[in-house]
């Protein structure tokens, strides 16, 4: 997968964060570093780190409600993950690292590698109610 011209990563909150795609190197976000083991769809366990953009840093410049509960990250392909906002604040849009190429991966601490996000393209804040669960808000393309 490559980037057209065109491509972005949204962040939605009370206001809407464009990243654009490739990442021009005169951005202005605050950048940050995750490594640890993630275990790819292959099944392999990898030690491994990405670098990019702090997601927490992100969803304050979007002004996500205090009330969010999980983030849900779509893909430029559909997959779609929605993951408890305590995990995410502590993520990255990562334009740096094992396989990311041209193309930004959302990446935390604490996901699996099988949930990480290749080609990200949306960022949305949810609030789900104790009694809904984060997978009806995933599409997995399992």
Do not use: N, Y
């Amino acid at each position: 997968m490559t980037a057209t011209a065109d491509a972005h990563v949204t962040v939605t909150g009370e206001s809407t964060v464009r990243i654009p795609v490739p990442l021009p190197s005169d951005h202005d976000h605050e950048t940050t570093a995750i490594e640890g083991q993630f275990r790819c769809s292959s099944g392999d366990l990898v030690a491994d780190g990405w670098s990019g953009l702090a997601v927490g840093s992100l969803l304050v410049a979007a002004d996500v409600p205090d009330e969010t509960t999980h983030l849900q990250v779509e893909g430029a392909d559909g997959f779609t993950v929605c993951v408890p906002i305590g995990a995410a604040l502590d993520g990255v849009l990562a334009f740096e690292g094992r396989a990311v190429e041209a193309e930004p991966r959302f990446a935390a601490p604490g996901v699996s590698g099988t949930r990480t996000v290749k080609g990200a393209r949306r960022l949305e804040p949810v609030t789900l109610d104790p009694s809904e669960h984060p997978e009806d808000w995933e599409d997995l393309l399992l």
